[in-house]
């Protein structure tokens, strides 16, 4: 008897750990189309019509796509009756039937009114933002029927959507053979130095993506519809319904003593969590709230818009090299999430300040691209590229911490809210930079990109 106990402890290890491996496979379907194609700006924005400007156009692209998320939660709210695993496979096969034909018709370029445009590469980029925009409204709360610690492998697996297709950038090359591109009457002209010294063209490259998508909607296949880790599934699920029931069937106790006491999380020693609490102030909860849609604003929406600015004067290894050495922190700080949650109000407002800071600086950087400070010094490279890095992994972190608290409440669908408020956040500041890169004057090529009419 002792055995089998053993013998069946052991099974429901080995399917813990499958279920964390296919989970985090599934985490990377959420970005790794759109990561893919943002690390691949440098290569693209050499040929693309749209020059310096091609990462405003992509950013307001993958925004548009929230019109997606925005039907799904008209949906919710007349409580239509949706099956969410048929929804995400959907979209895991349209965002992988994308980037296969991306493979192909990159570099295609349509003429609308006697300009150019890189029209099929924006159709394919929305069909894959698709997927991204609804991971947040649609895949996390997905995983509420899992054990909490499943959240963290989601976003490890998030954080390798970037990783991946960064080790194949690397592969692919970051020698640094060309110098600005160079524009006449508006038109791109092409000149020798243009080309790179790649290991790989981008149709291989996005060839890649499309496996590792394929992949990752196997692997969700697999872990909705099969029978031995839906029973797994299963367990998580009653267990959180058990502890519902038991924090409900306690509330409804302490109401028949006549006794008024609210639940919130403790403010106590500047601490969001509290053993016998799972509930947030109404102060809190929107703090946090406005504080991921801010975080959101300029991590999804804003910087990616400005990073050519900031990095390219440097030189495109400097821009190669931030794209992808920023993708690789987001997964190491879901890493420390495992043994290092913050729950101090301190140190996330810390964070939030440091935050500001480094963003303030790579902004200064895209403001004075004509002439930015250390321009012709490796400290400058060196110091563009570490501060892109460090932004966009601390920002992924103070996401993470504050998603990772509105989990361990108990206030219904919070997740789904968390994830329209992190769209909202995403949308309002792709508009905002599209609408000051392409309108305004603020954000300029460097002298020696553009070469003046004849």
Same mark, same amino acid.
């Given at each position: 008897?002792v ?15 499958v279920?964390?491996?296919?989970i985090?496979?599934?985490?990377i379907s959420?970005? =790794? ?7 691949? =700006?440098?290569v693209?924005?050499?040929? $693309?019509?749209?020059?310096?400007a091609?990462p405003?156009y992509?950013?307001? @692209?993958i925004?548009t ?6 039907l799904?939660?008209?949906l919710?709210?007349?409580q239509?009756?949706?099956?969410e ?5 959907? &979209? ?9 034909l991306?493979?192909?018709f990159y570099?295609e370029?349509?003429? !609308?009114?006697? @300009?150019?445009?890189?029209? @099929?590469?924006?159709?394919l ?7 991204g925009?609804?991971?947040?409204? &649609?895949f996390?709360p ?13 976003f ?6 970037? @990783? ?6 690397? =592969?692919?090359?970051? #020698?640094?053979?060309? #110098? ?5 009457n508006?038109?791109?002209? #092409? ?8 290991n790989?063209?981008?149709s291989e490259?996005?060839l ?7 992949l990752?909607l ?7 519809? $099969? ?5 797994s599934?299963?367990?998580?699920k009653?267990v959180?319904?058990v ?10 106790n ?13 403010? #106590? ?7 016998? $609490? ?10 946090l ?12 929406g804003f ?11 440097y ?23 495992f ?6 109000i ?5 964070l939030?300040?440091?935050?500001l800071?480094?963003? $303030?600086?790579?902004?200064?950087l895209?403001?004075?691209?004509r002439s930015?400070?250390?321009?012709e ?5 060196y110091?563009?590229?570490?501060s892109?890095?460090? &932004?966009?992994?601390? !920002? ?6 504050i998603?990772s608290?509105?989990?361990?409440t108990?206030?219904?669908k ?9 769209q909202?956040?995403?949308?309002s500041?792709?508009i905002?930079s599209?609408?000051t !890169? ?5 954000f ?9 009419d004849?």
């Amino acid at each position: 008897m002792v055995d089998v106990t053993h013998e069946s402890k052991r099974c429901n290890g080995k399917s813990y750990i499958v279920v964390h491996l296919l989970i985090i496979l599934f985490g990377i379907s959420a970005w =790794i189309g759109i990561n893919g194609i943002f690390i691949q =700006i440098p290569v693209l924005i050499n040929t $693309s019509p749209e020059g310096w400007a091609l990462p405003t156009y992509l950013v307001l @692209v993958i925004q548009t796509a929230n019109f997606g998320p925005l039907l799904y939660t008209i949906l919710q709210y007349f409580q239509c009756k949706i099956n969410e695993p048929w929804w995400i496979v959907c &979209l895991l096969a349209s965002g992988s039937s994308a980037m296969g034909l991306l493979s192909f018709f990159y570099s295609e370029i349509t003429i !609308i009114n006697g @300009v150019q445009y890189s029209l @099929v590469l924006f159709v394919l980029t929305f069909f894959n933002a698709l997927v991204g925009c609804f991971s947040s409204v &649609l895949f996390m709360p997905y995983l509420r029927n899992f054990n909490e610690r499943f959240l963290i492998s989601y976003f490890i697996g998030e954080g390798l959507s970037g @990783v991946l297709p960064s080790v194949i950038a690397l =592969i692919q090359g970051v #020698e640094d053979n060309t #110098e600005c591109a160079t524009f006449k009457n508006n038109t791109h002209v #092409e000149s020798p130095s243009d080309s790179f010294s790649l290991n790989f063209s981008p149709s291989e490259y996005f060839l890649f993506i499309f496996i590792i998508l394929f992949l990752s909607l196997t692997a969700f296949a697999i872990v909705e519809y $099969s029978p031995f880790l839906q029973n797994s599934k299963h367990i998580h699920k009653s267990v959180s319904t058990v502890f519902d029931e038991k924090q409900i069937n306690v509330s409804h106790n302490h109401a028949s003593d006549g006794v008024q006491r609210t639940k919130h999380y403790s403010l #106590e020693r500047d601490s969001f969590l509290h053993d016998n $609490s799972k509930y947030l102030t109404k102060q809190m909860r929107n703090y946090l709230f406005i504080l991921l849609a801010i975080c959101c604003f300029f991590s999804n929406g804003f910087f990616p818009s400005i990073q050519s600015y900031s990095c390219l004067p440097y030189g495109n290894t400097a821009y190669k090299l931030s794209v992808t050495f920023a993708q690789f922190a987001n997964p190491l700080v879901c890493l420390l999430a495992f043994w290092f949650k913050v729950s101090n109000i301190k140190i996330i407002n810390y964070l939030s300040i440091v935050c500001l800071a480094i963003g $303030s600086y790579v902004t200064y950087l895209a403001l004075v691209s004509r002439s930015p400070p250390l321009q012709e010094t490796k400290l400058g490279i060196y110091l563009v590229i570490i501060s892109w890095t460090l &932004l966009m992994g601390l !920002i992924s972190y103070l996401k993470l911490i504050i998603v990772s608290v509105f989990r361990s409440t108990m206030f219904p669908k919070i997740l789904f809210y968390a994830g329209v408020i992190m769209q909202a956040g995403s949308a309002s500041g792709a508009i905002f930079s599209f609408v000051t !890169i392409n309108f305004t004057n603020y954000f300029e090529m460097h002298d020696n990109c553009a070469l003046m009419d004849n």
